[in-house]
């Protein structure tokens, strides 16, 4: 008799295999939507918490603001105004950005996001004087370089487009940019200076990485707060001159034995298979030098 995966299961299991970044952005963006769905219409000091939220984590061009607040420059990224605004760019991020997390490594994939996010709000504050201050929710400029990315990476990539017929994704891709240019300042309530500022940065970086910029190296600090406690030192293991390590499918010359202990662990949990693309390269090029 053949048993059928539960709704739930298969859910979890295919949520589990998406790349690690888009996931987690994925996650936390629909976690704050349905957090403020659910208890934004509450009262709090006479002030509705959605309005709370919004007043507190958008972004807002003005430049005092902005200095003296600077979470808003990625704060803003998990805040959307409604379902649909929240359902395109998490497609659009999945659809385009999956190709590019598996292809340049989940470091290097964060820098991307969220530098074109946070390069959209600065490209925002720069023209602010001529279209106006007013706050700015949502992942579109992050989302915006991303897809520019996948566009220099595979620029005749067939994307598929209601009623239409297949389209490369460099014209895709530059018909949105160009969209954006025809309607700035159009008083839609769209922040088409942060889509734009984001895809400008967007290029940049992707530009930047295949020219042999380690862009991963503005991650690793951060991963090593999370990881060793404040205070506590990290043991450090004897180290074969012969290995090499491998971040973000650039190799380094240094050995990285933590890193290959942590793949082959989880191989023994979950199995090959278990292991995304990134740690696979990973693991071939250190069983290489080996």
């Known amino acids: 008799m053949v048993q059928h995966e539960s709704f739930s299961s298969a859910f979890r299991r295919g949520f589990m295999m998406m790349p690690p970044v888009i996931r987690t952005v994925i996650a936390i963006n629909v976690f704050v939507f349905v957090f403020q769905a659910l208890f934004g219409g ?3 000091g006479g002030a509705r918490l959605n309005n709370i939220i919004v007043d507190a984590l958008a972004f807002n061009p003005s430049i005092g603001t ?4 600077p979470w808003r ?3 803003y990224m998990f805040l959307h105004g409604s379902g649909f605004h929240l359902l395109f760019n998490m497609l659009w991020l999945w659809w385009m950005g999956r190709s590019v997390e598996q292809t340049v490594g989940p470091r290097t994939f964060a820098v991307l996001f969220f530098g074109s996010g946070i390069g959209g709000a600065f490209f925002h504050i720069a023209l602010s004087s001529l279209y106006g201050t007013s706050l700015v929710i949502g992942a579109s400029g992050a989302v915006f370089g991303i897809m520019v990315a996948f566009a220099y990476l595979f620029p005749a990539a ?3 487009l209601l009623f239409l017929p297949p389209i490369e994704a460099r014209f895709v891709v530059a018909g949105l940019i160009a969209f954006d240019v025809l309607f700035i300042g159009s008083g839609d309530g769209i922040a088409r200076l942060v889509h734009l500022g984001g895809a400008g940065v967007g290029y940049l970086l992707i530009r930047a990485h295949y020219r042999g910029t380690d862009l991963s190296r503005f991650i690793r600090p951060i991963e090593q707060i999370f990881k060793s406690p404040p205070g506590e030192k990290t043991k450090k ?3 074969n001159p012969k290995m090499y390590s491998v971040a973000d499918v650039e190799i380094l010359e240094e050995t ?3 890193e290959l202990d942590r793949i082959l662990e989880k191989i023994s949990r979950e199995g090959y298979d278990g292991l995304t693309a990134q740690e696979k390269r990973t693991l071939f090029e250190l069983s290489k030098r080996n």
């Open 42 to 44: 509450i009262s709090i």
């Open 66 to 69: 902005a200095l003296l607040q």
């Open 73 to 75: 420059f990625v704060t």
């Open 158 to 160: 067939p994307i598929m």
């Open 237 to 239: 293991r004897p180290q």
């Open 256 to 258: 990285d034995q933590t």
